[in-house]
């Protein structure tokens, strides 16, 4: 197991397009996190899923946001008519038993 | 809502000597659990140490140890025979013992000298 995968790791795109990002966890980890990062600042809780529930998600969250665990394995994390203030890093982690958190080395989202 | 605060952007330590990270959080809760997260340089982050609140005794791994105060709600982290790839970002981050989202902290970035 070589720990949570991040797929893009970059993604350019323009005002309005829609993007998707891909996070495959530690296959055991049942518990899976996605948090966004801007330059200079903690990572910022977005949701988590315990298997395939989502189970909690931001109330910062915009509905232009959307996240996926089908079947308890990968995610995906999907944002609809990107805007300029979704440049961001988006990152994944993953947990099991011991209570921490693995991370990804995140997916970098740059809105033109 | 649980905070974590910071107070330091920025710190710079000499190879081979000790620097001490601080924390602060405000929670109502009383079973938490405390970690330092380690970012380097565009890579990912990295677990560096975890305390349990309801352990009296201070976390300890290698070079890393924190200093746990409860009642003061504080949980720094020290740096021993500091080297260059200690040269990081570092997240303090809290989760309550019944939640699981993770608070973070807004960072102290390290510098070591050579």
């Known amino acids: 197991d070589t720990g949570v995968s991040q797929n893009p790791r970059h993604k350019i795109t323009k005002r309005g397009q829609n993007v998707t990002f891909r996070c495959d966890p530690i296959?055991?980890?049942?518990?899976l996190y996605w948090y966004r990062q801007t330059l200079g600042q903690g990572p910022e809780f977005l949701t988590y899923?315990?298997?395939?529930?989502?189970?909690?998600k931001s109330r910062l969250l915009s509905d232009r946001f959307s996240a996926e665990r089908p079947k308890g394995s990968f995610s995906t994390l999907e944002i609809q008519r990107t805007e300029q203030g979704d440049s961001a890093m988006y990152l994944c982690?993953?947990?099991?038993?011991?209570?921490?958190?693995?991370f990804g080395e995140g997916s970098r989202l740059t809105v033109l | 809502a649980q905070t974590v605060t910071q107070s330091q952007p920025e710190m710079s330590v000499q190879e081979a000597e000790t620097v001490t990270l601080s924390c602060t959080y405000d929670?109502?809760?009383?079973?938490?659990?405390l970690f330092w997260y380690k970012q380097p340089p565009s890579r990912q982050m990295i677990l560096v140490i975890r305390?349990?609140?309801?352990?009296?005794q201070n976390a300890t791994e290698n070079r890393f140890s924190v200093n746990f105060q409860k009642a003061a709600k504080s949980f720094s982290l020290k740096i021993s025979d500091s080297q260059l790839g200690d040269a990081a970002m570092y997240f303090c981050?809290?989760?309550?013992?019944?939640?699981?989202?993770?608070?973070f902290g807004p960072g102290t970035r390290l510098s070591v000298l050579p």
């Open positions: 982690a993953s947990g099991g038993g011991t209570g921490e958190l693995f």
């Open positions: 296959s055991e980890h049942n518990r």
């Open positions: 899923f315990q298997n395939e529930a989502q189970l909690e």
């Open positions: 929670t109502s809760e009383s079973d938490y659990y």
């Open positions: 305390q349990e609140a309801y352990k009296q």
């Open positions: 981050a809290y989760r309550a013992n019944y939640g699981q989202n993770f608070v």
